[in-house]
């Protein structure tokens, strides 16, 4: 059990255009999920923090109206990169914490977007 | 906010050798600090963790042990095997529901 899907793996999209990514929790409820940002070589950076029926909360330096998260459901938070541009080529990993238990957080397998 | 460093940064060793790993953490209310493993363009995946009222643990050739008073906790991994090669990444956080907070990633190579 535990097992979040991401979805698209893999997203070429161009200058200017907009890119939603899907974040899943397969059998599992989440009330809390989590965005990452991972550039090559370098850490997790956190970008926001969805939850459930609420606008979800950026950290400090992460445009809100550019990176749109919702999260409709107990099973289901979107990333969209709206505008996007080369900069925000990068790797895209959310998590999620089941809501009946626990301290680990579940994470999805990522999506790679770039950006030409 | 939370700050963890992770030491070092690359780290290279024999197969067979042990492999330690180091991060500090600033927050005392940190109570959890889990370890991950990462291969290239994969998903973390959890290879042990800690919580702040014990202070080791063990899991067959992975071990972690946490010093609250110095807020530094530590990845020992032994008899070191080629397919421990990966990227760890240590985080701190303060229990369910709360963010983590990474370190910046240990770049692990055996070498056989």
């Known amino acids: 059990g535990a097992v979040v899907s991401q979805h698209p793996s893999r997203v070429i999209c161009k200058s200017g255009t907009s890119v939603k990514i899907e974040c899943r929790s397969l059998d599992f409820q989440a009330t809390t999920m989590f965005w990452y940002r991972q550039f090559p070589k370098q850490s997790l950076m956190l970008m926001a923090t969805?939850?459930?029926?609420?606008?979800?909360?950026?950290e400090q330096g992460v445009e809100k109206d550019k990176f749109l998260i919702n999260h409709a459901s107990l099973t289901l938070s979107t990333l969209t990169v709206t505008s996007a541009h080369p900069e925000d080529s990068s790797f895209y990993i959310c998590?999620?914490?089941?809501?009946?238990?626990?301290?680990?957080?579940?994470f999805g397998p990522g999506t790679r977007l770039t950006v030409t | 906010g939370e700050n963890v460093e992770q030491h070092p940064s690359t780290l290279s060793v024999q197969e067979g050798d042990s492999a330690v790993i180091k991060c500090t953490y600033s927050?005392?209310?940190?109570?959890?600090f889990p370890w991950y493993k990462q291969e290239l363009g994969k998903r973390p995946q959890l290879i042990i963790d800690?919580?702040?009222?014990?202070g080791e643990k063990k899991d067959q050739r992975i071990a972690v042990t946490l010093n609250k008073t110095a807020k530094h906790f530590s990845l020992h991994i032994t008899e070191t095997q080629p397919e421990d090669s990966a990227v760890y990444f240590c985080a701190a956080s303060k229990g369910a529901g709360n963010q983590f907070y990474f370190g910046t990633g240990t770049s692990l190579t055996v070498i056989p």
């Open positions: 998590s999620a914490y089941r809501t009946d238990s626990s301290y680990e957080q579940y």
């Open positions: 927050d005392s209310a940190s109570n959890y």
């Open positions: 800690i919580r702040s009222n014990v």
């Open positions: 969805s939850n459930e029926g609420s606008k979800a909360t950026y």
